[in-house]
């Protein structure tokens, strides 16, 4: 007989362990070189849309199907929808590992960058970036954040995920608080709030806005990649879903928005808004810590404090995007945790190496996992609960406060008729755009 299924310990365990899925190295990291990107103020107001429009009730769906077959993505979808339906839980494990292979090297940077804040960083941060994004220094640092990933998820749900939610998620809060505090005595950084905090008409309406918009709220909440199946199967029928979502997706753009209170500020303040309004995925690698070094002692205190910040976004992201490999290898081979966590980890960090190479192809799988495949996995995922799972009101209702209990049927009618039209438009864009990316 297999060993039952682990549970998280207590509420605020599975809380913690999803928000620190949710706010990982995508709100601090590739949330503000997404806003740069996309004009400012005009994606933060549609990624606030998509997480409250789209995300919460596609965050609800997920724990729906998690909590009632207490299976990983392959089974539960088995179990939910029938064998049919399967192809879809395989992508939501091939997704989370092929964002992790590249999210374990930006990973990597962010602990190198950490490391020179203590020594001083370069005056010339072009090339130091250069040094660190590419070759047998990034191969390194990959090698290294895996090695921590795999070390959390080899221990387990309760003595692993879940105690190490307790420490990091609110280090990282207090982090970046009292960074986004002191970014706002900076002389000259009022221009950095209002292109972040202005929006233009014009680019709300721009459809490459929106769906930027779009996937990096889907990718940044951990929705339509199996993420939130596998920590919902591990908790009990007591747990509040639809509450659970609300509170983890607004704790997620929480973060993100205080991310970005803190570095269009600092960039705008020191005069490098140029750089970052043609942002890429290092841009802030180079920029930020170039304003630091110019700060003198006072910039190394807040260099280490930003990039330590990023390191324990990395690390909270990286632990659930490889527990859903792990779970269901557990569960589809009826093999130990420490067995699917070498397995799957050593893959990744396999995989890993390319990007590690490369940061041209760690864009490429950006565009392709981080945006195309978490987009069609919400798709996918919206038409299992809302047209083909029995009875989804019925989980949904189990453990809901009477509030709750109301207003699920108006959480099963956004999930069956008003996500999939959305987000198979957004499917078109982010298809159309992939495919320019990778064929001209």
């Not at 990982?24 to 994606?43: S, T």
């Not at 404090?305 to 990286?318: N, Q």
């Not at 959305?422 to 982010?430: E, H, I, P």
Request: neutral net charge; aromatic residues 10%.
């Amino acid at each position: 007989m297999s060993a039952p299924r682990e549970l998280f310990g207590s509420r605020l365990g599975f809380i913690l362990a999803a928000a620190g899925s949710a706010i990982g190295l995508g709100n601090i990291w590739r949330f503000p070189y997404q806003v740069a990107d996309g004009g400012g103020a005009a994606f933060v107001v549609l990624y606030l849309l998509m997480t409250v429009l789209i995300g919460i009730p596609m965050m609800a769906a997920e724990f729906v199907v998690g909590r009632r077959t207490r299976s990983s993505p392959i089974g539960a979808l088995r179990a939910a929808a029938g064998t049919a339906w399967v192809p879809l839980g395989f992508l939501f494990v091939v997704t989370p590992l092929l964002i992790l292979a590249y999210f374990s090297v930006v990973s990597g940077w962010t602990l190198r960058y950490t490391l020179d804040a203590l020594v001083g960083f370069s005056p010339a941060p072009a090339e130091r970036y250069a040094e660190v994004a590419g070759g047998w220094p990034a191969i390194q640092n990959h090698l290294i954040m895996m090695a921590i990933t795999i070390a959390v998820v080899m221990v387990g749900v309760r003595k692993g995920i879940e105690r190490a939610a307790f420490v990091l998620m609110p280090t990282l809060a207090l982090l970046l608080i009292g960074l986004a505090v002191w970014a706002f005595t900076l002389e000259g950084s009022g221009p950095g709030y209002s292109f972040y905090l202005t929006p233009s008409i014009e680019d709300l309406f721009d459809p490459t806005v929106i769906k930027q918009a779009a996937s990096q709220a889907f990718l940044s909440l951990s929705v339509g990649m199996g993420i939130m199946i596998t920590y919902a199967s591990y908790i009990s029928k007591r747990e509040n879903l639809g509450r659970e979502a609300i509170v983890v997706s607004l704790s997620d753009f929480s973060i993100a928005f205080i991310g970005g209170l803190v570095v269009f500020p600092v960039i705008f303040a020191l005069g490098l808004s140029e750089e970052v309004q043609g942002a890429t995925l290092g841009a802030l690698f180079i920029s930020l810590p170039a304003a630091f070094a110019e700060m003198g002692t006072l910039g190394r205190v807040v260099g280490f404090s930003f990039f330590l910040a990023l390191v324990i976004a990395a690390l909270t992201s990286s632990v659930s995007l490889l527990e859903v490999g792990v779970a269901s290898i557990m569960d589809e081979f009826a093999v130990s945790r420490r067995t699917a966590a070498l397995t799957a980890g050593l893959a990744v960090a396999a995989i890993g190496v390319i990007p590690a190479m490369s940061p041209n192809s760690l864009a490429v799988l950006d565009k392709v996992a981080g945006e195309f495949l978490v987009v069609a996995g919400v798709l996918g995922m919206s038409l299992v609960v809302g047209w083909v799972m029995k009875d989804p009101l019925s989980e949904l209702r189990e453990g809901a406060s009477p509030l709750f209990r109301r207003i699920a049927p108006g959480a099963i009618f956004t999930i069956r008729y008003i996500v999939p039209p959305l987000v198979a438009v957004v499917v078109w864009f982010s298809l159309r755009d992939t495919f320019v990316l990778l064929f001209g």
